[in-house]
């Protein structure tokens, strides 16, 4: 069932701002609200990720709103009109098929232990619709950044991936810090109704699990190996994943077997 735009955008930014309040009243990792600290910082953020959009994120700075100029090509909205953008706007515009999976991405992220902040980004795909009437495939990243010994910003990163990839699923990719650099180390895959797997894929899905060869299940499962192939082949862009491994890891975390 289709989840009307404006009740699910009201739980949702319920469930950010709650999370926010955390953050803002949180001793360990405070938020930063000096105005000029930010924009000084926002400047330099321009400089470092120069091919993305940026905006502040609108649940923890939620008394200054800021949407570089790049947004108005990314998002394909009037910079004047993403000016004056709250959380609401954002939520507005996405695709009201994708609502429920982004929540699930929010939910997950709410509960992900990072420690520092810092040594963790979660960049979500979905679609948001241009002023246009069009849905464009958005990459939509979080990074919180340090910026003294007692405040962090909290930016997101806007990317246009229409042109990269095929939009199949909403999806929430983790990255840590590793060596001064981001390594993704987990593809968090919400469920989704048009995700359900056959019986074969099930049962091919449950030794995917065990490690088994493509040879071996096909052995077991009395099938030839290019059928095996086939069934996996569709499984990974049912659920968004690229690999056995990336599948064995969503079917565990799905619990679908």
Not at 108 to 123: L, M, Q, S, V, W
Not at 130 to 140: A, L, N, V
Not at 199 to 213: N, S, Y
């Amino acid at each position: 069932m289709r989840i009307d735009n404006e009740t699910a955008a009201r739980a949702y930014i319920n469930l950010l701002e709650k999370s926010a309040e955390k953050e803002l009243h949180s001793n360990r990792f405070p938020v930063e609200q000096d105005e000029k600290v930010l924009f000084t910082h926002l400047q330099f953020a321009g400089r470092l990720f120069p091919k993305n959009g940026i905006g502040l994120c609108p649940a923890t700075h939620r008394n200054t709103q800021y949407f570089s100029n790049s947004c108005e090509r990314i998002l394909g909205h009037p910079h004047k009109n993403l000016s004056g953008w709250r959380l609401a706007d954002f939520f507005s515009h996405m695709h009201p098929d994708d609502l429920p999976a982004v929540q699930q991405c929010f939910e997950f992220i709410g509960t992900y232990n990072t420690g520092d902040p810092e040594a963790h980004r979660f960049a979500i795909q979905l679609r948001l619709r241009s002023s246009h009437g069009e849905y464009k495939h958005i990459k939509f990243e979080n990074v919180a950044i340090k910026v003294s010994e007692t405040s962090y910003i909290h930016l997101v990163l806007f990317s246009d991936i229409s042109a990269e990839e095929k939009f199949h699923h909403i999806k929430l990719d983790v990255f840590k810090s590793m060596n001064d650099t981001f390594i993704k180390i987990y593809t968090y895959n919400p469920q989704q109704k048009d995700r359900d797997i056959t019986p074969r894929q099930h049962d091919i899905a449950k030794l995917v699990i065990k490690g088994f060869t493509n040879q071996e299940i096909a052995d077991q499962l009395g099938v030839s190996v290019y059928t095996v192939k086939n069934h996996k082949q569709m499984l990974f862009k049912k659920v968004n994943v690229r690999s056995s491994m990336e599948l064995a890891n969503y079917v565990k975390a799905a619990a679908v077997v």
